[in-house]
Structure formats: structure tokens, C-alpha cells
């Protein structure tokens, strides 16, 4: 056996631990198909700068600020007040801006301003954000309050209940003077005179909400119009791969992305997806857009994010199991029966190997990805799953002999069976909720799509995870061969209630609530069933701290069954009230006795609670005529490297 030298863990700063993955089987691919992904990764590192504005609307000035004195500073390197400064622009770097990527609250510098007004004055002013007819001081008169005031756009996400989510929000959706009511107001309308009203287009996803002369209008993200420069470029480089790519289908998908980059239009969106679905055939695929409405309170507008990769076929094997079994797992899902879907349309789910990781997926990336959002779409259509195979592996080599289940875990037997089956476990519960989870159920007619409002994405994670954990626990598993034995599933269910109960608390800071939508979900599965299957699971506390003791795992499953029918009747009634009940009740607060606690015995653990991934760099070789003869992969550059070659090289807004 030869031995994996490859270093998944790079360098850690503040909460984060920097991984790198590793691309496996780059170099088998047809010099045709490295050069596809070549030119979809360059189409996916050229929107960076969208979400950088997307984030808020001072970060990308913020980060030519930072990057100057970074890379001008003649001072010693060594003082307090320069390491800080690394390390709150490598948090910046890592967020895409100056709020915290998952917990949204803005960074607060430990250098002084002093400090930082001296390096500016030494720099370039060339290098310098410096704003129509600005000098370097009235920069930093209006930049300063930015970066060190917390009372100034305190929080990207603001989901706090009675609030005006947008004026307490730093997201740049929306101009600074739009309230939620105008907002809500001005997309209620536009639903209501949807020309299709069964297969209504995403309202609001790739625009922001603007006042002129006093009235509220789109400004269309598109060629010509706002973030037209960064799609500009996009589009080249998606123009490009297209005499490369793999199948007919594959060019139509390229083709029809690009029309709607270069019209904004929604309708076109809505077909780009269908193609995009539809095309299974070829080992190349990616994402390239507006995706994930999580950074928008309203759940409207999408955040740039893009990817590209292949397939890796062993893995695949797997969830292809899944899928062709779809039928089957939705006939059988404990849920009553009017709120199943009598066909199950199209699942693809695939294992992938990520070429490289853009916009909101990098980064701090997801490992399963589950597109598109569509509602009417999926259910017509049906969706794309992957699990990004290189990514978890990176995760898995990374975390081994770190300490934490021998934290955590409460004994021998449960830390052996975790050893045993939890990797296993994890990646077919992450199958089961993207290719699965998310693609079962059906809404009742009539049903608004976005009623949950704030609640949908917490609902609709729990959907698709409660899914997950009441099938690993199956004989199906067996029969299908997914699962050694009938004990493997127990790992999951403990590692899932220790995460919902004790350890996911690790990624909120003492006093603060649980917001992300992710979090809630796993919150409300777990502290729901501690509340109503006592008998089955229960928190104990003894020398060492508070653990989950599982005394019956049969039990258990029937909670998630119950769970399940009660998440799915809300989602395919549109049950506002009871999604808010739930989700208030079990998904957002937390005990602070037990959060010190669990914030203790982590903290001696010494480990970073957030990962993100360095990107391997591609260099093409051509020949006099320009042709790409071959692509060079290599994993050499460091972090800092890489978020400055991309301010260099991919700046466009
Ligand atoms: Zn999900």
C-alpha cells in the first residue's frame, strides 16, 4: 500500500482551517475535455467580484484597501497589529467580504485604526478605492467607519423576527432605503400577474431592487446591464467551451446560459435549468450563476456562485442505486399519501470530482449540491444531485486523529461504531437527502411556493434530512447493498443528534441564536425528537461534560418518520403557522449553559469549526498558433496567493 502524502490540511486562521483537495483522475481525461473544464473554471472564477458587491455594497472597495496595504506595507511584519491585520483580511478573503460567511456578523478588527490610516497613507495611491474626486483621507473618512464601526451594517443576514429584515440587513439586494413591506409588496404584485401562474418564473432572482425618481425597479443583472463587466467575461470564456464540450445537449445548455446572461431574462433561466437537467450523458458538467437565495432575508435574489467538475463513476455507482430505486423510496415514505408524488420524475444524482470552486462556493464550500431550485421546474423535470466526492474525502483525511469523537462521544462502543460505519453513513445520508430528500413530496394545488417565507429553507433542509435518516435505517439499504448490516445506520442517527444537540453549537458565538438555515434544520430534528421520545434519546451529564445516550435506536427512527409526515404536510399545505411553531420553538435558541460548555470542551480541542478549500491552479500550454496542447494541474499556491492572483486577474467591477 502506497502511503498518501498529499496535505489535505493548510493553514488555520481565527475560526478557519483551510483545506486543499485534490483533483484524482485529471489526467486520465481526453485533452478535449480538460480543456472544457478549463474554460468553465475561468467562466467560474469570473463572477467573483458579483458576489463580493452582492455581499455588500462596500466590500470590493474594502478589499482593494486591504490588498494595498497588504502587499505595499514596508513596516515590520512582525508586530500585533500586522498580524491582526492578516488575519482580518484573510477572514475577509474567506467570507468574500466583512461579515462572517456563515454567521453573517460583520468582523471587528483587533488593529487600530491608527495603525491602518498610517498604512494607507503609505501606499500607491493608485492601488487605493479611492471614490470619484476622493483624496486618500475623504477614502478613509468614508471606508473607516465601515471596517471598524459595529454599529455600521452590523450583519449581511438579519433574520431576527420583527425586525425589517432588509433596513437591518448589509446584503446588497436592495437598495440601503427599501423597507421589507415595499419590497414584499412590490414581488406580491409581480406574482400576482404572472402570465403562467403554474409555472411562474423566480421572481426577483437575478436583480437588484432599486429606487429611481422615487420609484422601485429592477436593475437586471446582465451583459449591459449591473455586473455586466464580470459577465462580459463569463460569457467569453462559456463561448469557448463550447467547441469542446462532450455532447449536443451539453452545447445547448452553454448556449441558452448565455442568452440569459446577455437578456436577463427569467424565462430563459427557467430553460437554460431544463436543459441543463436533461443533459446526463456527458462526464463534464457545472454551474454558472445566480443559485442560492440564503444571503437574501426575502429568499429572492441569488447569490453568483459557480463550479465545475466530472464524474467519478465508482462512486457514482451508488447514488445511481438511489435513484433508480426512486420510485420505490417515495411509495414507501411515511407521509400521508396526498402529499406524495405519484411519479418520481428524474432524479440524477452523481458522485463528482470539483476542477475548481467559485463565487459563494468558495471557499467555504457545500458538498452536496442539489439544483435546480425551481419548484414547478423540479417537479416537472426533476433535478441534478451530486455529492462532491474530492471535497469530502479532503474533509475525512483531514479530521482523522483530531480529538473530537473521543470528546464527544459518550462511549467505546459508540465511538468503535462510528469508526466503523460513520464515513460510510455520512455520504449515503448526504445521497438520500439531495437525491432523494429534497425531490420527494408534492405541494397541494393552489399552494404558494415561497409561503413558508423566513421558514422555507429550515423546513425544506429538515424535508430532505429527516428523509435521509428515516431510509438509512431501512432493509432496503441492504437489499440495495448500500449498507453492510443493519447496526451501520446507528452511526448516523448518533453522529446527527450530537451535532443537532451538542456539537454544530461550536459555530455560534456565546449569546447569539441559531439563524443559518442548515443549523435550525438540525437543531429542530434533533431537539424536537429529545422533546417527544424521552424514552428513545436522552442528554446525560457526568464528570466529563453532557453527552447523547441513545437507549433505543427502533425509537428513534419512528420520531423521524413522525417528523417527516408533520415537515411535509407544512411544506405541501403551506402551513405558515406551524412552520413558524416549529422552527421557533426547537430551531433557534439556545441554552446557554450548554452552549459554554460545549464551547469549552472545544475549545481545548483547539479546532477550527469552519473549513474552506484552496483551489488547485490550471495552467494551459499552447503552441505558436495559440492551441491548447495541455493543461497543467498543480496544487502549489498558498492561500494568500490565490485570493491575490484573483483580485489581479479576475477583477472586472
Ligand atoms: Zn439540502
New binding site residues.
Given amino acids: 500500500m502506497t502511503t498518501d502524502h498529499f496535505s489535505y490540511a493548510d493553514e488555520r486562521f481565527a475560526d478557519v482551517q483551510m483545506l486543499r483537495y485534490r483533483v484524482p483522475g485529471f489526467e486520465r481525461l481526453t485533452l478535449r475535455q480538460q480543456i472544457l473544464l478549463y474554460h468553465l473554471s475561468e467562466a467560474a472564477l469570473w463572477g467573483r467580484d458579483i458576489l463580493w458587491d452582492q455581499n455588500c455594497r462596500y466590500n470590493l472597495r474594502v478589499r482593494r484597501l486591504l490588498e494595498a496595504v497588504y502587499t505595499q506595507y514596508k513596516g515590520s511584519r512582525e508586530t500585533s497589529d500586522f498580524r491582526s491585520f492578516v488575519t482580518y483580511l484573510k477572514r475577509v478573503w474567506f467570507s468574500n467580504g466583512i461579515h462572517h460567511h456563515y454567521a453573517t456578523e460583520k468582523f471587528q478588527p483587533e488593529f487600530s485604526s491608527a495603525f491602518l490610516r498610517e498604512a494607507v497613507l503609505a501606499c500607491d495611491s493608485a492601488s487605493l478605492p479611492l471614490g470619484e474626486g476622493q483624496d486618500a483621507e475623504a477614502m478613509m473618512a468614508e471606508l473607516f467607519p465601515v471596517i471598524f464601526n459595529p454599529d455600521i451594517l452590523p450583519k449581511r443576514v438579519n433574520q431576527a423576527e420583527g425586525d425589517d429584515l432588509l433596513l437591518t440587513s448589509a446584503c446588497n439586494y436592495y437598495d440601503p432605503d427599501v423597507t421589507q413591506a415595499e419590497a414584499e409588496e412590490f414581488y406580491a404584485r409581480m406574482k400576482a400577474q404572472a402570465p403562467d401562474p403554474e409555472r411562474p418564473v423566480m421572481y426577483g432572482l437575478n436583480s437588484t431592487l432599486v429606487r429611481r425618481d422615487g420609484r422601485l425597479c429592477e436593475d437586471v443583472w446582465c451583459c449591459g446591464g449591473r455586473y455586466g463587466a464580470a459577465i462580459d467575461h463569463i460569457v467569453t470564456e462559456l463561448e469557448a467551451a463550447i467547441p469542446f464540450a462532450e455532447n449536443e445537449r451539453q452545447v445547448e445548455v452553454i448556449r441558452r446560459l448565455v442568452e440569459f446572461y446577455r437578456t436577463g431574462n427569467l424565462k430563459t433561466f427557467d430553460e437554460y435549468t431544463i436543459l441543463w437537467v436533461n443533459e446526463t450523458q456527458g462526464e463534464v458538467d457545472f454551474t454558472n450563476g445566480f443559485t442560492e437565495v440564503y444571503g437574501d432575508p426575502l429568499g429572492l435574489k441569488a447569490s453568483w456562485e459557480g463550479y465545475a467538475s466530472f464524474i467519478d463513476p465508482v462512486a457514482t455507482q451508488r447514488a445511481a442505486t438511489l435513484s433508480a430505486n426512486a420510485s420505490w423510496f417515495e411509495a414507501h415514505s411515511p407521509v400521508d399519501p396526498r402529499f406524495r408524488k405519484t411519479q418520481v420524475q428524474g432524479v440524477s444524482a452523481k458522485v463528482i470530482n470539483a476542477v475548481i470552486l467559485g463565487g459563494d462556493l468558495y471557499p467555504s464550500s457545500a458538498i452536496?449540491i442539489?439544483l435546480p431550485n425551481s419548484n414547478w421546474v423540479r417537479a416537472e423535470h426533476g433535478s441534478k444531485s451530486v455529492t462532491i466526492g474530492n471535497l469530502t474525502h479532503a474533509y475525512d483525511e483531514a479530521a482523522k486523529g483530531n480529538g473530537f469523537r473521543e470528546e464527544f462521544v459518550i462511549d467505546d462502543a459508540t465511538h468503535e461504531l462510528m469508526d466503523r460505519y460513520a464515513d460510510l453513513c455520512d455520504d449515503l445520508h448526504t445521497d438520500l437527502?439531495?437525491c432523494l430528500g429534497?425531490g420527494s413530496g408534492r405541494m397541494l394545488p393552489g399552494v404558494d411556493p415561497d409561503g413558508l417565507k423566513a421558514y422555507g429553507s429550515t423546513i425544506?433542509?429538515a424535508r430532505?434530512d429527516l428523509f435521509g435518516l428515516y431510509y438509512l435505517a431501512d432493509e432496503k439499504m441492504l437489499e440495495l447493498g448500500l449498507l453492510p448490516d443493519t447496526e451501520a445506520y446507528k452511526a448516523q442517527y448518533y453522529s446527527y443528534l450530537m451535532n443537532g444537540l451538542l456539537t454544530q453549537l461550536v459555530r455560534i458565538e456565546p449569546g447569539r441564536q441559531i439563524e443559518e438555515a442548515h443549523m435550525r434544520n438540525r437543531a429542530l430534528v434533533a431537539r424536537w425528537t429529545l422533546a417527544h421520545y424521552p424514552e428513545a434519546v436522552s442528554l446525560e451529564t457526568n464528570e466529563r461534560g453532557t453527552f447523547i445516550r441513545i437507549m433505543d435506536y427502533a425509537r428513534l427512527r419512528k420520531a423521524f418518520a413522525e417528523l417527516l409526515g408533520e415537515v411535509q404536510r407544512i411544506k405541501s399545505t403551506g402551513d405558515y403557522d406551524a412552520a413558524r411553531q416549529l422552527v421557533e420553538t426547537y430551531g433557534v435558541s439556545v441554552d446557554a449553559k450548554l452552549h459554554a460548555e460545549i464551547l469549552e470542551r472545544y475549545r481545548r480541542l483547539d479546532l477550527a469549526p469552519y473549513k474552506g478549500f484552496i483551489n488547485p491552479r490550471y495552467t494551459p500550454c499552447r503552441d505558436e498558433s495559440g492551441e491548447i496542447t495541455s493543461i497543467h494541474i498543480d496544487y502549489d499556491e498558498s492561500y494568500a496567493e490565490q485570493m491575490l492572483r484573483y483580485s489581479r486577474e479576475y477583477a472586472t467591477l
Fill in positions: 452536496g442539489n437527502h439531495e429534497h425544506e433542509e430532505a
